[in-house]
C-alpha cells in the first residue's frame, strides 16, 4: 500500500504535528505501508533532514505574524501533486486543515482515491487565542462549522484521543472517526543525560528543577505555569524553572517573567535537538510541568515519562486519555495554589520522585509508536481496497 501524507508544517518546525507525522512514517514501512510526504520548503530544511526519503518540498513564504510557519504556493502545490504518477497511491493522508488539507481533497478526488484527515488542532481555542477580538461564541461556531466542512469532504478521520472523538461527535460530524494516538518510537526511551544538560547551562547538580517543554504559543497556557512558579519559590526559593521551545509568546512570557522580578529564577532553553539535547533536558527535570487546554493528545507528557520525569499536569481534552490513574503523574486543577502545592510536594520528597519516575517509564512503554501504527494501518485497509471513484465519482476498477 502507499500513502502520500500531506501537512502544512514538518520539520525543521518542530511542533506535535511534525512529530507525529515522522513517527508514523518510520512505523508504518514495517506495516507494509509506504509513506509519502508533501510539505512547506523551509530555509535549510535540504540540510534539516539530508537522509529523509519520499519527501516533496513545495516553496512556500513566510506567514505575517508568524516566523516559524510556513504558506505554501497554492499553484506550486498543485504542480507538485499533478507531477505525480498516476495510480502511484492508494489512499490521501491530510494533516493539517491550512492549504493541506483542500490540495488534498482536490488530488484524492482527481485520482479517484479516498482522503483521510487527523484532528490534530482544537480550534475553539486556537481562535480565542489568535483573534481575541472575536467573541468566543462567535469563534466557537464557526470553528464548529469549519470542522464540519471540512470533514465532510473526507472518508474517515482520525483522532488522536477518545475526549478529540467525543468533540467531534458533539460538533455534529458524521464521517467515521477512528482513535489512533500518536505513540513513542524507541529512541524516545533511549536515557537522556541530566547531569550533561545541567552543566551545559550552568544549573547546579543540587537546584530543584521545574520544566515546561514545547510549543511556547499562548493556547499552551505557560503564562499560568509561571504564576504558579512564583508560589512554588516561596517554599522552594532555589527552585528554577526552565521553558524549553520557541514559538509566538516567547516575548509576552520574557514580559511577565521581568513583571514578576522573576529573571533569575526562570531560564528559556529556546529549541532543542530531539535526539539528543532534548532528551537531556526532560532527564534533568525535578518535576515536568504542563497546563495546556488545547492538546488533542499531549505526547510531550509521554515523552517526559520515558525519560523519568516526574509529570504535575492539568488534565485537560486529550491530555484525560494520558494521565490516567497508575500513570506515574499528580493531576492537579487549574488554580495555582493546588499545582504550586503538587510541584512542592514533588520537589520535596526524593522517594516520590523515584517512584513517580519508575511509574512513568513503565507507562510510556504501553503507548508503542509500533502498535499505534499498525493501528493505523488497519484503518488504511478496506478504504484503499474499496472500489475507486473516477474524477466524475463513476467507479473504475
Not at 64 to 88: H, I, K, Q, S, Y
Not at 118 to 144: Q, S
Not at 273 to 293: K, P
Request: charged share 20%.
Amino acid at each position: 500500500m502507499r500513502v502520500l501524507f500531506i501537512s502544512d508544517v514538518y520539520f525543521p518546525r518542530v511542533n506535535g504535528v511534525s512529530t507525529s507525522i515522522r513517527t508514523f512514517r518510520g512505523e508504518l514501512a514495517a506495516c507494509g505501508v509506504e509513506t509519502w510526504l508533501v510539505a512547506p520548503q523551509y530555509t535549510g530544511a535540504a540540510e534539516a533532514d539530508p537522509e529523509e526519503s519520499g519527501v516533496l518540498r513545495v516553496p512556500a513564504a513566510r506567514v505575517p505574524l508568524d516566523p516559524e510557519d510556513r504558506r505554501m504556493a497554492w499553484r506550486a502545490l498543485n504542480r507538485t501533486l499533478d507531477a505525480l504518477p498516476a495510480g502511484g497511491f492508494d489512499l490521501v493522508h491530510i494533516q493539517t486543515p491550512f492549504i493541506a488539507h483542500y490540495a488534498g481533497v482536490r488530488y484524492a478526488r482527481r485520482a479517484g482515491i479516498p482522503a483521510v484527515a487527523t484532528y490534530h488542532t482544537f480550534f475553539e481555542e486556537y481562535l480565542h487565542h489568535y483573534l481575541p477580538v472575536l467573541p468566543r461564541a462567535m469563534g466557537r461556531v464557526l470553528a464548529r462549522s469549519f470542522t464540519r466542512s471540512q470533514c465532510a469532504a473526507l472518508q474517515a478521520l482520525i483522532a488522536p484521543s477518545e475526549p478529540m472523538r467525543e468533540v467531534l461527535a458533539a460538533y455534529g460530524v458524521s464521517t467515521p472517526v477512528h482513535v489512533v494516538p500518536t505513540g513513542l518510537p524507541a529512541d524516545c526511551f533511549r536515557s537522556g543525560d541530566g547531569r550533561a544538560f545541567r552543566e551545559r547551562a550552568g544549573i547546579a547538580a543540587e537546584t530543584p528543577l521545574v520544566t515546561y517543554i514545547g510549543r511556547v504559543a499562548h493556547e499552551k497556557n505557560i503564562g499560568f505555569l509561571v504564576e504558579v512558579f512564583r508560589e512554588v519559590l516561596q517554599s522552594v526559593p532555589a527552585a528554577l524553572l526552565v521553558i524549553a521551545g520557541e514559538g509566538p509568546a516567547r516575548s509576552a512570557l520574557h514580559a511577565q517573567v521581568a513583571a514578576l522580578g522573576l529573571e533569575s529564577h526562570v531560564r528559556f532553553a529556546g529549541y532543542l535537538e530531539r535526539a539528543g539535547a532534548l532528551l537531556d533536558c526532560y532527564a534533568a527535570a525535578d518535576a515536568f510541568v504542563f497546563a495546556s487546554r488545547t492538546e488533542t493528545q499531549g505526547l510531550v507528557l509521554l515523552e517526559a515519562m520515558a525519560q523519568g520525569a516526574p509529570v504535575v499536569s492539568t488534565a485537560e481534552l486529550g491530555t484525560r486519555s494520558i494521565l490516567v490513574p497508575d500513570s506515574g503523574a499528580l493531576v492537579v486543577p487549574e488554580e495555582r495554589a493546588a499545582f504550586a502545592a503538587a510541584v512542592v510536594r514533588v520537589l520535596s520528597d526524593a522517594g516520590l520522585r523515584e517512584a513517580m519516575a519508575a511509574r512513568g517509564r513503565a507507562y510510556a512503554r504501553s503507548w508503542s509508536a509500533t502498535a499505534m501504527a499498525q493501528r493505523l494501518a488497519q484503518v488504511y485497509a478496506p478504504l484503499a481496497r474499496a472500489p475507486r471513484l473516477g474524477v466524475r465519482g463513476l467507479t473504475t476498477h
